[in-house]
């Protein structure tokens, strides 16, 4: 008997190199969230742009998305629910949907490694460098990243391509994940010569 098409295995594909979107797919719905959103839009436009660029080398792209406390839901559900906000966050989320060959995973809280099979994956793609993304700076993606070079991956986390509730506390994070975890935080967008 054949398996059904959505039952058939898939191979996973060996990336030295894999970008780590974190909580990109993201309703943006939380009492200080109005204090993220506008750095949160210019990281989704940074993103966009170097999740192209890395794709067109053959970079494997991993969505570590929170499933905001609905268990009963998959990632097509909050996929489809913040497609359906009004505003910067229904269009952050059409800019940032996942492509059909990039990998999804839920995490229940803000480390992508924690209660999840991130490393799993990882290591039968024989990754070797992360480029952790996403929301928010000061939690999520730095947890992800302290995680992820506490495993012995290279990191790099570009500043234009994450955001925090404040420009303090995202250089903050990310001071912190250059001096002391050894990250590189260059942007991945260059900035234009004045």
Known sequence: MARPAALRRTPLPRSKHVLLLVDV??????????????????????????????????VTAIYANDNYGTWHSDFRDI?????????????MAC?????????????????????????????????????IVGLAADMCVMLTATDARMLGYKVWVPSDCTAAESEHRKTEALRQLHEVFKC???????AAAR
Request: a positive charge.
């Open 25 to 58: 797919i993201n309703p943006l719905n939380f009492p200080t969230a109005a204090d993220l959103l506008p750095g949160a839009v210019r990281a989704a436009n940074a993103i966009a742009r170097l999740k192209t660029r890395l794709a067109r080398r053959g």
């Open 79 to 91: 996929l489809t629910a913040c497609l359906a906000l009004p505003g910067a966050r229904g269009e």
């Open 95 to 131: 800019q940032l949907a996942p492509a059909p060959q990039d990998l999804v995973i839920l995490k229940p809280q803000h480390s992508a490694f924690h209660s999840t099979p991130l490393q799993h994956l990882l290591d039968k793609m024989q990754t070797e460098q992360l480029i």
């Open 184 to 190: 590189a935080v260059r942007p991945a967008v260059r």
